[in-house]
Structure formats: structure tokens, C-alpha cells
């Protein structure tokens, strides 16, 4: 309900300064989730915008109902929101709708106002001044829609996919994707390439759905530029098998090549039921998944608490406060939330939001309480609670605390992987090459990272057969002996060239 104030239950803008400074004393960089489509229906601008006040009148995109024979119908056209229902919501003063590409609360801005983009590109600018370093623009591609507001036209698919934005029996092309929204994008990076008083690169990272072509179409290139980088959401329906990775990696090479573009690999996030759960809990599984997000050419994007092994809250539909469960559980009913139909499919986003856990104290350590000794300590129920309960099974190991001295804990293999990737240049800028002679082998991965300014190779061998062991020749790969530099497996041995590797787990073997 304001871009450039601090809700109190979080703290003060001090507090966030001090956050800032203490990233940055860090030598990391710290980037925020930016929402520029829409603002909450509490925001003064809508306020004056539902009274036609303070020159507010039309920074939302307010229509009239449709009148057919007399009676006023239900809505100006037929846009959907991107859950499907309809889009519309009337408002009872104004006499008239406004659209909302999400959730109703969530009015869109109408950035066809000069006024209403120049507002939002002094939020960018407001936190650039701050010295944030980058956005993460939520809902991106939705920003402009048809000026003409014409029916989006029919379609026979129902349910959308991350490449396919039609759905619910609808056509989108009016309302997602639309051309003015990617020329947005391209006047978006020239803003903060050259608009901040502080001058430093800025990065720009879009959530933003459809086929490879419209995503390179949202990024541009060297000549017109356009988002620094893109979601690749199609990895987060990943099927752990072999030829998967083998077609996906592929297909990102043939259709993102370096230096061009850069594919963003992402696994998990907080619209979809944590990995721990999709991978039937499987912690072997996890720890492939993580060694093919931090070894993969690309940029990783790690959800919070994949790093510890996080598993899935048990809050249920009627529980939640997920303002998508509300919207879904009159009409799906909790044994098929449940069920391994929707395995992959979280209307309780509730579940893959809770806590951080840090300890295994009260609150998983996630809220401290200060005593009156002046200590801090964490605070006990009743005291003080979170927003959503802690997972019990952060009692039982899953915690920070709990995993920093384990040596195979997957805190430490998310560490390993982070210190191996900082250092290896052909791991953070080296180019990628996949490896026929293993990769027809059934079961197995192996690809090759080079930097050629260096020469230095690195392998990545997987075994995703569960369970079993994989023994075969690496020279192969390689006519020098190959040295084990990182394992998800303690089992995992390389003699000579002869490389036993157990299932399912990951190798990261030099030349």
C-alpha cells in the first residue's frame, strides 16, 4: 500500500538501511522483489482513484459493465485473471470495474497514464538511490494490456502451463505478453542503467512466462537490451530422470547460447510445493537437483530453506491463509489436495512459506524475544508467533544450527557447491559440453564445463538410477586421470580410470 515505506511489523527504513549496509559490507548484493503491475487495494492512489480525486481518475483500468438488453452484465469483457477466474471486479461507488490480472485485492495499474509509469519509475529509482542492486519484477509480463479492451478469443486448452500462458479456455493475447509490455521491458533497463544518483550496474529479473523466443524477447540483446535476466520456469516441473536433463539442457544451449543469453535454473519457489515433497523426500535426489542447479551453465535461484532440506507444511486448505487457498477450497476438497494428482500443483502456498529454520528452538529460531537481561533468545509460543507455524521436523534435524558441523548435511553440500562455483571459472563463465559416450548409457549424465581463457575443465557425472552403482571407464572423458573434487555420495570412488558411482548421486571430477 506504499512503494517507498516500511510496514511497521517489519521495522523502520533504518532498519532496512542497516540491511543494506551490512549485505554490501558483506561483498553480496542484495535485490527486491519489485511489484509493478499492480498496488493492494488499500493504496491511496486507488483510494482517490475510486473517487475520482487528486488526479487519480484513471491510474487503474476502470471500465463500464457491458448493458445487453437493458441489463448490466457481470463484466466489460472477458478477461480472466491468471487463476482463472474473472478478472473484473466492480466497484459499488465508482459504478464501474477495474481489472485485476491476479487476486482481486490487487487492482492493475493503467500504464498507459505517462503519469502512472513515471510514478512507478520513481519506486525503481527510490530504492536504486537506497543502493538496492537489483529487482525481482513479479508478474512482469502482464503490465500493459489492449488499449481497445477486446474478448480474448477462445481457446480448447484449460489449464496453462510456464510456456503456454493460455488457458482456462481463453486465448491471452490481450492481456499477457503484449507487445507494449516487452518494449517496457526494453525502457525499464535504460532507466536503471543510467537513472540512479548512485552509479553502479543494476539487475533486472523478470517473472515472466511463455515459449523461449518471447522470453529472448523480453531480454532483447546487445543492441537493444532488454532484462538482464528471465525465469525459466519449466524447470520447476523437472522430471528426475536421465534423458530429462539431457533434453533440457539441450534445449537451453540451442535456444540460449552464450554470450548472449543466460538461462536462469530454478527448481523451487514460492508458488509450488517444495522439493523435499516432490521428490517423495528422497534427500539423495535433493542433492542431485542442488549439484545440477550450481554446476549447469546459468544462474541458480534458491528458494529458502532448499539449503537445509526444507520439507512441505501440513496446514491445511481451511487453515490456510494463502489468499489462493481461499480462493480454491470451496471447490477442491482436501483429500485431493492430498492426492499425487496434484503432486506438483500447490493451491496452499501456505505450506512451502513457513519459517526459516535456524534452530531448534522455539519457533525453529526464527523469532528472538528480548529479555530482560538484554539477551536474545527464542521467544516461546505465546509470546510472540510468526505469521505461519514452524514445521515440526525442525526439531529433528532440519534446522541450520543442526547441520553447520555435519559433514554430508545438506547445508554443507549447498556450501561446498557455492565455494566450488565461486571459485572455478569454468563452473561460474566456462561454457558447456555434453558427453554422448555416457550420456547413452541409461541412467547416467555427464557434461563438461571449460573456460577457454583458463583451460580449465571440470566434469559433472550423475547417476539418477535408484538405487544402484555405475561403474565405467573416464577415459572417455579424459586420457589423464580424473580427480574427485566434489561428491554428493561418500561411496563414490574414482581408480585410475575406472569410476564407481553410486545411484542416484552427483560427481564433480578435474582433469
Excluded at 485431493?336 to 529460531?365: A, E, F, V
Excluded at 543442526?402 to 545438506?410: A, C, F, I, L
Excluded at 575406472?498 to 545411484?503: A, E, F, I, R, S
Aim: net charge negative.
Amino acid at each position: 500500500s506504499d512503494y517507498t515505506s516500511i510496514n511497521p511489523e517489519y521495522g523502520t527504513m533504518e532498519d532496512v538501511e542497516e540491511l543494506i549496509d551490512g549485505v554490501h559490507e558483506r561483498d553480496m548484493k542484495i535485490v527486491f522483489d519489485m511489484v509493478m503491475n499492480h498496488t493492494s487495494d488499500q493504496h491511496q492512489w486507488f483510494k482517490d482513484s475510486i473517487l475520482r480525486r487528486n488526479g487519480k481518475d484513471d491510474w487503474y483500468i476502470w471500465q463500464d459493465n457491458q448493458t445487453i438488453g437493458g441489463c448490466i452484465s457481470t463484466a466489460p469483457n472477458n478477461w480472466r485473471s491468471m487463476l482463472g477466474n474473472n478478472g473484473w471486479v466492480y466497484n459499488e461507488h465508482r459504478k464501474q470495474s477495474y481489472f485485476a490480472s491476479f487476486l482481486p485485492f490487487q487492482p492493475d495499474l493503467n500504464y498507459r497514464n505517462p503519469e502512472v509509469k513515471n510514478a512507478m519509475l520513481n519506486v525503481v529509482k527510490f530504492w536504486m538511490d537506497k543502493r538496492v542492486d537489483g529487482f525481482r519484477l513479479d508478474i512482469f509480463n502482464v503490465i500493459y494490456k489492449d488499449p481497445g479492451f477486446g474478448h480474448n478469443p477462445f481457446t480448447w486448452r484449460l489449464i496453462p502451463s510456464h510456456e503456454e500462458v493460455n488457458g482456462f479456455f481463453q486465448n491471452k493475447k490481450n492481456t499477457v505478453n503484449h507487445p507494449d509490455t516487452i518494449a517496457f521491458a526494453k525502457e525499464l533497463r535504460n532507466f536503471v542503467d543510467n537513472e540512479s544518483s548512485v552509479q553502479k550496474h543494476r539487475f533486472l529479473l523478470g517473472e515472466v512466462m511463455g515459449k523461449p523466443d518471447m522470453l529472448k524477447a523480453f531480454m532483447g540483446d546487445s543492441l537493444d537490451p532488454g532484462l538482464n535476466l528471465v525465469f525459466m520456469f519449466e524447470t520447476l516441473d523437472f522430471d528426475f530422470k536421465a534423458k530429462y536433463f539431457d533434453r533440457l539442457i539441450r534445449k537451453f544451449e540451442d535456444h540460449y547460447p552464450s554470450p548472449d543469453y543466460t538461462p536462469v535454473i530454478v527448481f523451487s519457489n514460492h508458488d509450488i510445493r517444495r522439493m523435499v515433497y516432490r521428490l517423495n523426500g528422497h534427500m539423495a535426489k535433493v542433492k542431485v537437483v542442488a549439484t545440477l542447479q550450481m554446476t549447469l551453465r546459468g544462474v541458480p535461484c534458491i528458494y529458502y530453506g532448499e539449503e537445509i532440506g526444507m520439507t512441505e507444511g501440513n496446514i491445511r486448505l481451511y487453515d490456510a491463509q494463502d489468499p489462493v487457498a481461499k480462493l480454491y477450497r470451496p471447490c477442491v476438497p482436501q483429500f485431493l489436495y492430498d492426492s499425487s494428482l496434484l503432486k506438483n500443483i500447490s493451491m496452499n502456498r501456505d505450506n512451502c512459506r513457513t519459517p526459516m529454520q535456524w534452530s531448534s528452538d522455539g519457533h525453529g529460531g526464527f523469532i528472538m524475544n528480548k529479555y530482560g537481561d538484554g539477551s536474545n533468545k527464542a521467544s516461546m509460543k505465546g509470546v510472540s508467533d510468526p505469521w505461519l507455524p514452524v514445521n515440526d521436523d525442525s526439531l529433528s534435524g532440519i534446522n541450520v544450527e543442526s547441520q553447520e558441523d555435519e559433514e554430508h548435511s545438506m547445508l554443507m553440500i549447498y556450501r561446498n557447491l557455492l565455494a566450488l562455483r565461486k571459485s572455478e571459472p569454468a563452473l561460474f563463465r566456462g561454457d558447456l559440453k555434453l558427453h554422448e559416450s555416457v550420456n547413452n548409457l541409461r541412467g547416467l549424465l555427464c557434461y563438461e564445463r571449460v573456460d577457454t581463457e583458463t583451460q580449465s575443465r571440470l566434469f559433472v557425472l550423475i547417476n539418477f538410477k535408484t538405487p544402484s552403482n555405475s561403474i565405467f571407464d573416464s577415459s572417455v572423458l579424459s586420457d589423464e586421470p580424473l580427480k574427485i573434487v566434489f561428491s554428493t555420495d561418500k561411496r563414490n570412488i574414482i581408480d585410475q580410470h575406472k569410476v564407481n558411482l553410486y545411484g542416484p548421486s552427483a560427481l564433480i571430477l578435474r582433469a
